[in-house]
């Protein structure tokens, strides 16, 4: 893609965007670690310097990605919620609705998946910038395990975390605040359940179950369901037929 014909009046807004968008090819590419303002720069035919006016460093521009990539990721389990709670679905099929909706995001996107779940980049921290987004893959999450113990779909554990509470504030916030017993322990296990559905996705995107499992997007539905049974929620599945 070439921009060098675009006129000075052009607003900063569109041109992050198409830098941006040259990026995310570059990270098909070259993945995070080879991400570079000069590749970007040869890639769009701008100046270098033309994208460091928007993108003074790699890792600004890399920040932007990162936000973006969570943005996208939680909006899509956003609707996928959303047009489950208006089907009147339940607690369960509104966690597998999410999830799925994840899984599709993150194979059409892999590298922008690979870019906030995949290895870290080297010399590259995320700034505080990034908390925000990042936290509406686990919000969706949160809302559905809360709005399912309010409706009282959740079945008891049958043994809480032993010991004291293992949480941050910013955990128990994100909740909605500490529910009673037999609940107590829930938001734990619903970050085990966030964390399990993470390394999932992982394994499958970088195609580590491939070779172990005959229909991924089955095995997919049937470990989101495992794994909601530690928060005494039920996952609908089809019967199986063979």
């Given at each position: 893609?070439?921009?060098?014909?675009?006129?000075?009046t052009d607003?900063?807004i569109?041109l992050?965007v198409?830098?941006?968008d040259?990026?995310r090819q570059?990270l098909?590419?070259?993945?995070?670690?080879?991400?570079?303002?000069?590749a970007?720069?040869?890639?769009?035919?701008?100046?270098?310097a033309?994208?460091?006016?928007?993108f003074?460093?790699?890792d600004d521009?890399l920040t932007?990605?990162v936000?973006?990539a969570?943005?996208?990721?939680g909006e899509a389990?956003?609707?996928?919620?959303?047009a489950?709670?208006?089907?009147g679905?339940?607690?369960?099929?509104?966690?597998l609705?999410v999830t799925?909706a994840?899984?599709?995001?993150?194979f059409?996107?892999?590298?922008?998946?690979?870019?906030?779940?995949?290895?870290?980049?080297?010399?590259y921290h995320?700034p505080?910038d990034t908390v925000l987004?990042?936290?509406r893959?686990?919000a969706v999450l949160?809302?559905?395990?809360?709005?399912?113990?309010?409706?009282?779909?959740?079945?008891p554990?049958?043994?809480p975390v032993?010991g004291?509470?293992?949480?941050?504030p910013?955990?128990?916030q994100?909740?909605?605040g500490?529910?009673?017993?037999?609940?107590?322990?829930?938001?734990?296990?619903?970050?085990v359940l966030?964390?399990?559905?993470?390394g999932?996705?992982?394994f499958?995107?970088f195609s580590r179950?491939?070779d172990?499992?005959?229909?991924e997007a089955?095995f997919?539905?049937?470990a989101?369901?495992v794994a909601a049974?530690?928060i005494?929620?039920?996952?609908?599945l089809?019967?199986?037929t063979?």
């Amino acid at each position: 893609m070439d921009v060098s014909a675009m006129s000075s009046t052009d607003d900063d807004i569109t041109l992050a965007v198409v830098i941006k968008d040259i990026a995310r090819q570059q990270l098909v590419k070259l993945g995070a670690a080879g991400l570079s303002l000069e590749a970007v720069a040869r890639d769009s035919g701008l100046p270098v310097a033309d994208v460091e006016a928007v993108f003074p460093h790699r890792d600004d521009l890399l920040t932007a990605l990162v936000i973006d990539a969570y943005d996208a990721s939680g909006e899509a389990m956003e609707q996928a919620d959303g047009a489950a709670r208006e089907a009147g679905a339940s607690g369960g099929a509104r966690l597998l609705a999410v999830t799925r909706a994840l899984r599709q995001w993150s194979f059409d996107n892999s590298a922008e998946f690979t870019l906030i779940y995949g290895s870290p980049v080297p010399d590259y921290h995320a700034p505080q910038d990034t908390v925000l987004s990042a936290s509406r893959t686990p919000a969706v999450l949160a809302g559905i395990v809360r709005s399912s113990l309010e409706a009282g779909e959740l079945t008891p554990p049958r043994r809480p975390v032993p010991g004291p509470p293992l949480l941050l504030p910013e955990a128990v916030q994100l909740f909605g605040g500490a529910p009673e017993a037999p609940f107590s322990d829930i938001v734990e296990r619903g970050i085990v359940l966030w964390s399990s559905l993470i390394g999932l996705l992982v394994f499958q995107v970088f195609s580590r179950t491939h070779d172990s499992v005959r229909d991924e997007a089955a095995f997919f539905d049937y470990a989101i369901a495992v794994a909601a049974e530690s928060i005494g929620l039920v996952v609908p599945l089809a019967e199986n037929t063979d």
